[in-house]
Antibody, heavy 121, light 107 residues
Framework: EVRLVESGGGLVQPGGSLRLSCAAS????????MSWVRQAPGKGLEWVSV????????HYADSVKGRFTISRDNSKNTLYLQLNILRAEDTAVYYC??????????????WGQGTTVTVSS | DIQMTQSPSSLSASVGDRVTITCRAS??????LAWFQQKPGKAPKSLIY???SLQSGVPSKFSGSGSGTDFTLTISSLQPEDFATYYC?????????FGQGTKVEIK
């Protein structure tokens, strides 16, 4: 069974940092692109970032570019999202998602359950 | 950036109804279009990719169509478990973007 489990969320002050993790199982992790999507309270879905299977290509939403960094450790089957210079508007549930293939321009097929980030003083 | 606009934003329907949701892209995206279902407090679930291909395990009452800028998601016979919010998303170029969502409620 394909499974994604996010962790690392919590309460952080504005300007602070946090690292989210997404532990993957049930598939060959290195062969698939992986994404992060977030959802602010009561709002819709917002795509955040993607990293291709080989790790050679990363892309970000303009709202997080320069502050967030996506990475992966294929030996640990884990995807990461480093969140820096956090703002109140980054408050959201963060989901990781598995792509249908390794490269760019792939839909997601499996989602994790999400981890909540709250940015507040 | 490509903007995705869904219509309607919400709809009320009865069990057994045929429901159609529309998604329009601000520029052509070929068939790089996905649909997702989300129930309150739950993670999204993937329904359709490549505009019309069903994800594994998704019942055939869901269908998608379209290409270029105009797309539709159809639920052939609405069941109680289908009441949820539905989102489209393009993945034809970066940044990927979602529509604002369509909430399907019980009439």
């Amino acid at each position: 069974e394909v499974r994604l489990v996010e962790s690392g969320g919590g309460l952080v002050q504005p300007g602070g940092s946090l690292r989210l993790s997404c532990a993957a199982s049930g598939f060959t992790f290195s062969s698939y692109a992986m994404s992060w999507v977030r959802q602010a309270p009561g709002k819709g879905l917002e795509w955040v970032s993607v990293l291709t299977g080989g790790g050679g290509s990363t892309h970000y939403a303009d709202s997080v570019k320069g502050r967030f960094t996506i990475s992966r450790d294929n030996s640990k089957n884990t995807l990461y999202l480093q969140l820096n210079i956090l703002r109140a508007e980054d408050t959201a549930v963060y989901y990781c998602g598995k792509g249908l293939a390794s490269g760019d321009y792939n839909a997601m097929d499996v989602w994790g359950q999400g981890t909540t980030v709250t940015v507040s003083s | 950036d490509i903007q995705m606009t869904q219509s309607p934003s919400s709809l009320s329907a009865s069990v057994g109804d045929r429901v159609t949701i529309t998604c329009r892209a601000s520029q052509g995206i070929s068939n790089y279009l996905a649909w997702f279902q989300q129930k309150p407090g739950k993670a999204p679930k993937s329904l359709i990719y490549a505009a019309s291909s069903l994800q594994s395990g998704v019942p055939s009452k869901f269908s998608g169509s379209g290409s270029g800028t105009d797309f539709t998601l159809t639920i052939s016979s609405l069941q109680p478990e289908d009441f949820a919010t539905y989102y489209c998303q393009h993945y034809s170029s970066y940044p990927y973007t979602f529509g604002q969502g369509t909430k399907v409620e019980i009439k």
